[in-house]
């Protein structure tokens, strides 16, 4: 029998945790052919989220669980779940029941029946139900990071997804702190087989995602995976500084045509203006980078686990 770990990222999801489990649990009794187990990873929630796993994990022996000291991100916990994994497949899944688990016994029959895909992951065919200036800022963000990087980065791709235990093996080979797993996903490779995904409403409980948290995993995504905004300083300063010798040239040729007329102090303050906004915008940029490759080098941990009921070996022997 193959195993199947069912990685599970929570953060406050009290609420919602029972009536996840009962679902999945409806869904995996259909599939006696795989050995599940579940590793809930709380990422430092604040309400009874670790109560209630804990509970889970006295009736069901199948519950594992990671705990963190405090809140590292659902990319830190992704991250825990699939190191502490050991399982043939592993499959990540939001705690919300928006990832339909039914859709997991598709994943699971594609990668068994069908060995040349490594990966079988949800791309969400709408954005409904979400406020449309998100979906907008979205559909922007993915746009500049696909011209921007040279890794394709779907659109739609969600975390939602089944691997075999090489990818998953790929993906925690890879150190990064500043982690954005959707350019991670898609630079390991691998053949991905995609299922159209319809998002669902959260079953219980509230997004954990701000406009500010978004923006700024979106910079992580963009700062990760290009270093083509390091150009656009070179680029512009270069064009404004031809167009400033050139716009010196005509004054002299100007003022020496028509020695007596005013000199255009406004546009110089314009122009003052727009230089300041250059440099700055520039350092801007250099500072995106140096922020991170400084949190890099650092070469602090991603996440630190507080409690856990799976052995340090990752339960590989299981
Ligand atoms: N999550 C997490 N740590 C965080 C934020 C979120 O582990 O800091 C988990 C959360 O519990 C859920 C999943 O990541 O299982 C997706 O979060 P959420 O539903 O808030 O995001 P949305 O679906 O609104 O994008
Ligand atoms: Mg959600």
Request: aromatic share 12%.
């Amino acid at each position: 029998m193959k195993s199947v770990d069912l990685i599970v990222p929570c953060y406050n999801e009290a609420e919602v945790l029972p009536i996840f489990y009962d679902e999945v649990c409806s869904v995996t009794s259909k599939l006696p052919d795989f050995n599940f187990n579940f590793i809930f990873v709380d990422d430092g929630s604040r309400d009874a989220t670790l109560e209630v796993i804990i509970n889970l994990a006295a009736k069901d022996s199948r519950v594992r669980y990671i705990s963190f000291s405090r809140n590292f991100g659902k990319e830190a916990a992704m991250l825990a779940g699939m190191k502490y994994s050991g399982g043939e497949y592993v499959c990540i899944l939001d705690a919300d029941l928006q990832h339909s688990p039914s859709l997991v016994a598709d994943m699971l029959a594609c990668l068994e029946t069908e060995p040349q895909y490594d990966v079988a992951a949800a791309r969400r065919i709408d954005r409904e139900g979400e406020a449309k200036f998100k979906s907008l800022l979205s559909k922007g963000f993915y746009k500049i990071i696909n011209s921007l990087s040279s890794v394709d980065i779907p659109e739609s791709a969600q975390d939602f997804r089944v691997m075999r235990r090489n990818v998953v093996d790929a993906v925690i080979s890879m150190p990064e702190y500043n982690r954005f797993s959707k350019g991670i996903f898609s630079w390991v490779g691998f053949n991905t087989k995609w299922f159209a995904h319809e998002n669902r409403e959260r079953a219980a409980g509230e997004t954990k995602w701000s406009l500010q948290s978004l923006l700024r995993y979106s910079l992580d995504g963009i700062i990760g995976f290009s270093t083509a905004p390091l150009k656009i300083p070179l680029y512009t300063g270069a064009a404004i500084g031809g167009l400033g010798v050139a716009y010196a040239l005509y004054l002299i040729i100007y003022f020496i045509a028509r020695p007596h007329s005013a000199l255009g102090l406004p546009l110089a303050v314009c122009g003052m203006l727009m230089l300041c906004g250059l440099v700055l915008f520039s350092l801007g940029i250099i500072g995106g980078y140096v922020a991170r490759i400084y949190l890099e080098v650092k070469n602090r941990p991603i996440f630190i686990v507080d409690k856990t009921n799976i052995a340090a070996d990752g339960d590989k022997t299981r």
